[in-house]
């Protein structure tokens, strides 16, 4: 791969999407930057009341991770997936097995009882690799 292949990203992938398919559920998520518009703005936006104690490293840990939670549950989740019966259908499993719509709210506490999961889907939506323009140019046969 070249230079370019190698970093050069697509802006449909970053804001559109990308599915990631796990054994129970999938999600498809925009990516944490890039051509993603959305999520610098809302992080600027969420951030702002507290850019003195951001500056100062004072911010509690607690509200550093509720505005994250909200920005990636607004900007970088656009989708999620419950497999049931052999079949996708919309929304997130709940503890008890019920599938509810897919919310920020829904999903700002999934991020908070699963901080795990919450990891992987940063660490996915900040990895180049998955938003490649090149990656996309074979996917269509180029």
Sequence with gaps: MSLYEDFKTSD???TKGVRFENATYAYTLARSGGANKRFNKLFE???RPHRRQMDNNTLPEKT???IMYQVYAKTIVLRWETLRDEEWVDGVEQPG???VPMS????VQLFQDLPDL???ITDDAKDVAYFRQ??????AGN
């Design 12 to 14: 449909l992938l970053e």
């Design 45 to 47: 936006r969420l951030a």
């Design 64 to 66: 550093a991770e509720r």
């Design 97 to 99: 097995g019920e599938i």
């Design 104 to 107: 920020e709210e829904v999903l």
């Design 118 to 120: 919450f990891a992987q």
């Design 134 to 139: 090149a990656d996309m140019e074979s996917d």
